[in-house]
């Protein structure tokens, strides 16, 4: 390809396996757009397909897409549009087959790829026999010795066999499990004509597509500054605009809700991600490098990406049934709601059955002297687990039913119990690049192996996930460390900004962080007053992203938020560790809370299973703050666009 040529326009019209159905069409026909991708592919959601295609071998996939694509299959055909999704799921090549079923009988003939390679889960034995543990992420456990039984084991694919397709002329490419930013770098690579090891090009991609991979979010969708944002009640899908150089610019198409704002961008960026360094199977993506700019209505500017070589290792997500689980939730109105609360629990811990646990958690505050018996009222969610579908199934229900007539005052439940369900666990692990088989199908039938990227820098050669190897200079402060007992390793002394060189070394940034007014009383106010947030789950860790508008917040903010204080505002995190990054490019800080969601969002009793809230709850904790960072903060906001 022409290295100059205009930069290719990808949207995305799928954040999620269930998202807009009506998205897909308006991408297609909004406006003028060159690659339209799709997201189905959430860690969770292996597990429901690998339910699906346990009733029907034959499925697998993402059942939604056929119906999303046909209306406007013809539109796509005559635009020259091409189609990137990974709605493969578990079974790539059965998607295209459908596909290719449904266009013959609508009297099209489209090109269509599929990218396989990606399932590991018939060779788990093969490679761990080969001194592969596939150890636990986090824990360091070998699978051989968790007592779980897999259901899917999928490697993550980069977006090299992407690109291939396209250059053989493929119209529709089908992929199973790559990660969610090479539906972006893939199309990148092949308008571009990229090189492997245009490392800051394909960085500068992989940053675009994690900003439009999920869908809405990227333009106005859980936004914590959602009041400023017009037509949230049907937001636009985002489109990156991808230049020859890597750069990029985020829009939307013209008329559509929502907005799209160095904040919306901003918020993407810090979502989901496990610190400075952002590992994907073709690039390691510098994420403290990228640099926001308002370049219009609707348009932001990235720029400034650095790349560096991925791991020599892939991400390989593993699923598994972990047992059974039930849920009841009780109301407790008036007075005496701990002591309600208490004789509940233990009237159920009492007559739980053999094996099973259970997890009580209090939803809402009941008002004093309420106004309605709704106010006056909170929830006690009860949430058991056991090995048993009957313990946890009928046992359990009549356990809580039995209850009604003698235990507290009021009681009643917000709806008639249920029966026991399945839930699953998930297994972050990595295997060798060299142990996964990367293909592409081609539209001919011609199947080809995709070369993985060159030698992975040296600084990559951990095969954790997590830790200062991977994600640069990480603030870990352990849990049980005493608040106030100074810097925890690897963080920053409150006068010098230390942020991640190209190796992972610490650099002093140019940005000069300004004190604030010290001789003004702080005042108390919520902590959103200053900052904005976004938040979300990594299998059993929760992430929480947290940035400002102004240097005069931002530099308050870098200060005042230690991994300590975070304890203290979040005290759910107290036994746990936390990793704390820098981005001042981004006036952000990221937090990675270790455990939080126990063993991920499919088995975690917690109430908000994938973390989605929890940055609104940060947000609403209360906070000492100089008044001129306050009066700052809220001048950004005023002339934010």
Same mark, same amino acid.
């Given at each position: 390809?022409?290295?100059?040529?205009?930069?290719?326009?990808?949207?995305?019209? +799928?954040?999620?396996?269930?998202?807009?159905?009506?998205?897909?069409?308006?991408?297609?026909?909004?406006?003028?757009?060159?690659?339209?991708?799709?997201?189905?592919?959430?860690?969770?959601?292996?597990?429901?397909?690998? %339910?699906?295609?346990?009733?029907?071998?034959?499925?697998?996939?993402?059942?939604?897409?056929?119906?999303?694509?046909?209306?406007?299959?013809?539109?796509?055909?005559?635009?020259?549009? %091409?189609?990137?999704?990974?709605?493969?799921?578990?079974?790539?090549?059965?998607?295209?087959?459908?596909?290719?079923?449904?266009?013959?009988?609508?009297?099209?003939?489209?090109?269509?790829?599929?990218?396989?390679?990606?399932?590991?889960?018939?060779? =788990?034995?093969?490679?761990?026999?080969?001194?592969?543990?596939?150890?636990?992420?986090?824990?360091?456990?070998?699978?051989?010795?968790?007592?779980?039984?897999?259901?899917?084991?999928?490697?993550?694919?980069?977006?090299?066999?992407?690109?291939?397709?396209?250059?053989?002329?493929?119209?529709?490419?089908?992929?199973?499990?790559? +990660?969610?930013?090479?539906?972006?770098?893939?199309?990148?690579?092949?308008?571009?004509?990229?090189?492997?090891?245009?490392?800051?090009?394909?960085?500068?991609?992989?940053?675009?597509?994690?900003?439009? @991979?999920?869908?809405?979010?990227?333009?106005?969708?859980?936004?914590?500054?959602? =009041?400023?944002?017009?037509?949230?009640?049907?937001?636009?899908?985002?489109?990156?605009?991808?230049?020859?150089?890597?750069?990029?610019?985020?829009?939307?198409?013209?008329?559509?809700?929502?907005?799209?704002?160095?904040?919306?961008?901003?918020?993407?960026?810090?979502?989901?991600?496990?610190?400075?360094?952002?590992?994907?199977?073709?690039?390691?993506?510098?994420?403290?490098?990228?640099?926001?700019?308002?370049?219009?209505?609707?348009?932001?500017?990235?720029?400034?990406?650095?790349?560096?070589?991925?791991?020599?290792?892939?991400?390989?997500?593993?699923?598994?049934?972990?047992?059974?689980?039930?849920?009841?939730?009780?109301?407790?109105?008036?007075?005496?709601?701990?002591? %309600?609360?208490?004789?509940?629990?233990?009237?159920?811990?009492?007559?739980?059955?053999?094996?099973?646990?259970?997890?009580?958690?209090?939803?809402?505050?009941?008002?004093?002297?309420?106004?309605?018996?709704?106010?006056?009222?909170?929830?006690?969610?009860?949430?058991?687990?056991?090995?048993?579908?009957?313990?946890?199934?009928?046992?359990?229900?009549?356990?809580?039913?039995? =209850?009604?007539?003698?235990?507290?005052?009021?009681?009643?439940?917000?709806?008639?119990?249920?029966?026991?369900?399945?839930?699953?666990?998930?297994?972050?692990?990595?295997?060798?690049?060299?142990?996964?088989?990367?293909?592409?199908?081609?539209?001919?039938?011609?199947?080809?192996?995709?070369?993985?990227?060159?030698?992975?820098?040296?600084?990559?050669?951990?095969?954790?996930?997590?830790?200062?190897?991977?994600?640069?200079?990480?603030?870990?402060?352990?849990?049980?460390?005493?608040?106030?007992?100074?810097?925890?390793?690897?963080?920053?002394?409150?006068?010098?900004?230390?942020?991640?060189?190209?190796?992972?070394?610490?650099?002093?940034?140019?940005?000069?962080?300004?004190?604030?007014?010290?001789?003004?009383?702080?005042?108390?106010?919520?902590?959103?007053?200053?900052?904005?947030?976004? +938040?979300?789950?990594?299998?059993?860790?929760?992430?929480?992203?947290?940035?400002?508008?102004?240097?005069? +917040?931002?530099?308050?903010?870098?200060?005042?938020?230690?991994?300590?204080?975070?304890?203290?505002?979040?005290?759910?995190?107290?036994?746990?560790?936390?990793?704390?990054?820098?981005?001042?490019?981004?006036?952000?800080?990221?937090?990675?809370?270790?455990?939080?969601?126990? @063993?991920?969002?499919?088995?975690?009793?917690?109430?908000?299973?994938?973390? %989605?809230?929890?940055?609104?709850?940060?947000?609403?904790?209360?906070?000492?703050?100089?008044?001129?960072?306050?009066?700052?903060?809220?001048?950004?906001?005023?002339?934010?666009?």
């Amino acid at each position: 390809m022409d290295a100059a040529r205009r930069p290719v326009r990808i949207a995305n019209a +799928s954040g999620f396996y269930g998202d807009r159905h009506t998205a897909f069409a308006e991408m297609v026909t909004g406006g003028e757009v060159d690659v339209v991708t799709g997201d189905y592919l959430a860690e969770v959601t292996m597990l429901v397909l690998a %339910k699906g295609r346990a009733r029907d071998p034959e499925a697998g996939y993402a059942a939604s897409f056929p119906a999303q694509l046909a209306p406007v299959l013809g539109a796509v055909l005559d635009r020259g549009t %091409k189609v990137v999704v990974n709605a493969g799921g578990l079974n790539p090549r059965g998607l295209a087959a459908r596909l290719t079923t449904l266009a013959d009988a609508a009297g099209l003939s489209p090109r269509v790829a599929c990218v396989t390679g990606d399932d590991l889960l018939d060779r =788990l034995g093969e490679l761990q026999a080969a001194g592969h543990p596939l150890a636990h992420a986090e824990r360091g456990t070998p699978l051989a010795g968790s007592g779980l039984t897999p259901l899917t084991a999928n490697a993550y694919l980069g977006g090299w066999g992407i690109a291939r397709a396209l250059s053989a002329g493929a119209d529709i490419v089908v992929c199973g499990r790559v +990660s969610d930013a090479a539906l972006t770098a893939g199309p990148a690579a092949w308008w571009h004509g990229w090189a492997r090891d245009d490392w800051d090009r394909l960085a500068g991609a992989v940053a675009a597509g994690h900003v439009i @991979e999920c869908g809405a979010q990227a333009t106005g969708g859980n936004y914590s500054s959602f =009041l400023e944002l017009p037509g949230l009640t049907r937001p636009g899908f985002p489109i990156a605009e991808v230049a020859a150089d890597g750069g990029a610019v985020i829009t939307k198409h013209p008329g559509t809700g929502g907005a799209v704002t160095v904040g919306t961008v901003t918020a993407q960026l810090v979502y989901e991600i496990q610190g400075t360094r952002y590992l994907n199977p073709d690039v390691t993506t510098l994420l403290d490098t990228v640099t926001l700019r308002q370049a219009g209505p609707d348009r932001v500017e990235i720029s400034g990406t650095r790349g560096a070589p991925p791991p020599p290792f892939a991400k390989v997500a593993i699923t598994a049934l972990g047992g059974y689980e039930n849920e009841i939730t009780l109301v407790l109105t008036g007075r005496h709601i701990e002591e %309600k609360a208490a004789l509940a629990e233990r009237a159920v811990r009492e007559g739980l059955g053999e094996g099973c646990s259970a997890d009580f958690q209090r939803v809402g505050t009941a008002a004093p002297d309420a106004a309605d018996q709704n106010a006056a009222s909170c929830l006690l969610r009860v949430a058991v687990k056991g090995p048993q579908e009957k313990a946890v199934g009928r046992a359990f229900s009549g356990l809580v039913v039995g =209850l009604a007539l003698g235990s507290y005052p009021g009681f009643y439940a917000t709806g008639t119990p249920q029966g026991a369900r399945s839930y699953g666990t998930y297994w972050p692990a990595t295997v060798p690049i060299t142990e996964v088989d990367h293909r592409v199908v081609l539209p001919d039938g011609t199947v080809e192996p995709v070369p993985w990227p060159p030698t992975a820098d040296p600084i990559l050669t951990d095969p954790a996930l997590t830790g200062p190897a991977l994600t640069g200079p990480t603030v870990r402060r352990p849990a049980g460390s005493p608040a106030g007992s100074g810097p925890a390793l690897g963080e920053p002394p409150p006068s010098e900004p230390a942020v991640e060189g190209r190796a992972g070394r610490p650099t002093v940034s140019g940005r000069a962080v300004t004190p604030g007014d010290a001789g003004n009383s702080p005042v108390r106010v919520p902590l959103g007053e200053v900052a904005d947030a976004r +938040s979300g789950d990594k299998g059993g860790n929760a992430n929480l992203g947290l940035w400002a508008r102004d240097e005069e +917040s931002y530099g308050w903010m870098r200060r005042a938020l230690t991994v300590d204080r975070l304890r203290e505002l979040l005290p759910e995190a107290a036994g746990l560790p936390i990793d704390r990054h820098e981005l001042p490019n981004l006036r952000a800080l990221n937090f990675v809370v270790h455990g939080l969601l126990g @063993e991920g969002a499919t088995a975690t009793s917690r109430f908000d299973a994938q973390a %989605k809230a929890l940055g609104e709850f940060v947000l609403s904790r209360l906070v000492e703050v100089p008044p001129s960072a306050v009066l700052a903060a809220k001048a950004a906001r005023t002339s934010a666009p």
